[in-house]
Structures are given as C-alpha cells and as structure tokens.
C-alpha cells in the first residue's frame, strides 16, 4: 500500500459521523466479561457475540472500521462468510490487535511496557492476506506517587513508534494508543500534564522513525480525573483540557484522533466526545474506538442467550448512532432517554 493509500484508508477510518468498534478484547478479558452476564466464554459464544455486533442493522453507518482479535479475524459468520470479508462488503474496515499486552518494565517498579515486537514484520504480513488494513498497538502510563518516569513514557514512546513503522512498511495503517489512564485519585490537571508529556515524546518517537504522520490514528486517552479523584469535571471542563492539550501536542498531519473510552460509561464517553466537536473545527477529525461503552449495554441485553441476539443488536446500534452524532456536536442527553 502507497503512503497515498495509507492516507486514504486512515482519513476513511476517522470519516465524518463514523467510528471505530474495538472488538479486540484478549480471551482473559472477554471471559471477564462473559462471568458478569453468567455466559461460558466458548469458541462459539465469543463468535456469535462478535457476529451480532457486526451484523447489527444500520451499524455501518456509524461504525468505519472493527478492530479485530487473532481469533475473531480467523472467524465466520454463521453463513461461513470470513469476518473481515464480511466487514468489508458492508464497507467497515477489518483491523486487528498486535500487541502482546504490557508487562512489568524491570527496574521501574508500578510501570509497563507493551511487548510483542518480535516476529511483528511476519505477522503484519499475515494479517494483510487475512483481510486487516489496520493495527492497534496499546501503551498503557499509569499515574502514581512518583510515576509515571520519563524512562517509561520515553520506553512505550518508542515501542510504539516501532510498531508504526512496521505497520507503513506492511501497508496497515497503525493505530497509535498511549494510555494514560484513569485509575487513581489525580485531578484533571495531572492527567493533562502526564498526557501532554506522553504525547510530546510519541510524536517526537514517530518523527524518529520516520513514520508518516498522514497515514497513522491517534488513540489517546481523554485529559480527565482519576476515578478516585474527589472532584469530578463537567463535560465542558474534559472538553476544555483534552482539546487544549491536543492542539498543543499533535501535529495538523495526522488525520484523526479516535478516542479511547478508558472506563468511562457509555454514557459519559458520548458527552465527553460530543462537547469537544462543538468546540470546533479542528484540524483532525475527532472520533471514537470504543470498547465497553459501545458494548456494555450489547452484552447485557444478549446476555449470552440466542433469543437475546435481535435485543443486543438493537442496544449496540442505538450507541453507534449516539456516538455518531457526537461526532458533529448533535448528541443530547435526552436521546438516551427517549430511546429507552
């Protein structure tokens, strides 16, 4: 794929009123999801919970592209029809997961890095012929009394530009994760000084690499309190520090940034995208890759039962469509309630 191509796919992945579905949850993570609905994460039940939420009437039009676990994008519909190819002649993008997960960095005691650049080049070319045009490496930052360190930002920075590079080189568009997340009891403050710090350092990593910033999806996190933080922020308020923090950090090149929900309800994650493109315009698209606050109210509606399947389709598209709107400054609270 041509730099002109790997702009073309990641400007679609980011295009107006559309945003991406993280479907990537590993196996550990989804049976944790299975346990809360009382459902057996098998073979076939992760299947058939994937197959509803791609097949969900009118989801496409709000949905741009899928990012895919190993295992799902080896999966079929139950017509026999390959998962990626079935995205695809809807007009959703296949994407899939890279990363083998973050894992204690030695000597930096309470701090990650994300491994999996092993064997990578092979596996991008593995996963082009399965049908994925995108990847998602995920850098996890915690914040905490002394962390994080710059070596750890600077650590996932660079894994992550690697990573990048390698996708360009395969044809993928990469999308790019540096989480800071929203465990503890920091204010807004701190989540943006630690944000605007792992942002400056990974795009200074990116230039490095000589990775193409027109070809890339930024996936940060929102500039938002920790959840133990005794004073929590209007919507306005993480509108205000996220965007600021973004215009100062990230380059006009990059063609969008789809935002990670990081814990937040759906609900929250819909507001919180919503105020921030009434703040526009912007000079990327801002948009969405959720994971739990597309699927939460999905997974319990289907609750893991084959008579819940139209039910759980309905909830996963009603959050697509919400979150579209968002996407333009259009979403209002009271649709949630009108639609319930």
């Not at 799902?72 to 995205?87: A, I, K, N, V």
């Not at 593995?126 to 914040?143: C, M, P, T």
């Not at 929250?268 to 739990?292: C, I, Q, V």
């Not at 909830?315 to 697509?320: E, I, K």
């Amino acid at each position: 794929m041509s730099g002109t191509e790997l702009t073309a796919v990641a400007r679609a992945m980011v295009a107006p009123g559309k945003g991406i579905l993280a479907a990537d949850e590993s196996s550990p993570t989804i049976k944790k999801r299975f346990d809360m609905i009382s459902a057996e994460s098998t073979e076939e039940n992760r299947r058939s919970y994937r197959e509803m939420l791609f097949t969900a009437p009118g989801a496409s039009k709000h949905i741009s592209g899928v990012i895919l676990f190993d295992e799902t994008l080896r999966q079929s519909t139950s017509d026999g029809t390959p998962f990626p190819e079935y995205l695809a002649n809807r007009g959703v993008i296949p994407g899939i997961k890279v990363d083998k997960g973050a894992k204690a960095l030695a000597g930096f005691p309470g701090e990650t890095v994300t491994e999996g650049l092993d064997g990578l080049r092979e596996r991008l070319a593995e996963y082009r012929e399965l049908g994925a045009r995108f990847a998602k490496w995920r850098a996890v930052i915690d914040i905490g009394t002394g962390i994080p360190t710059d070596f750890c930002i600077l650590a996932n920075a660079h894994a992550l530009a690697r990573y990048a590079a390698l996708c360009q080189e395969a044809g993928i568009v990469p999308i790019v994760e540096p989480e800071v997340l929203m465990d503890g009891a920091h204010d807004i403050e701190r989540c943006g000084e630690v944000t605007s710090r792992t942002l400056d350092r990974t795009f200074a990593q990116l230039e490095a690499h000589r990775v193409a910033l027109d070809g890339i999806v930024l996936k940060p996190n929102m500039v938002i309190p920790g959840m133990k933080c005794a004073r929590q922020a209007s919507a306005e308020e993480v509108a205000e520090a996220t965007v600021s923090c973004l215009t100062a950090n990230v380059p006009a090149q990059v063609p969008g940034i789809a935002f990670l929900s990081g814990g937040q309800s759906d609900t929250d994650a819909t507001a919180h995208l919503n105020a921030m493109n009434k703040l526009g315009p912007h000079p990327w698209e801002l948009s969405f890759s959720y994971g739990r606050a597309l699927q939460a109210a999905a997974l319990s509606a289907w609750s893991g039962r084959a008579e819940n399947f139209a039910a759980g389709q309905s909830a996963f598209s009603l959050r697509a469509k919400l979150n579209g709107l968002a996407r333009t400054g259009a979403y209002d609270q009271s649709m949630e309630s009108a639609a319930a």
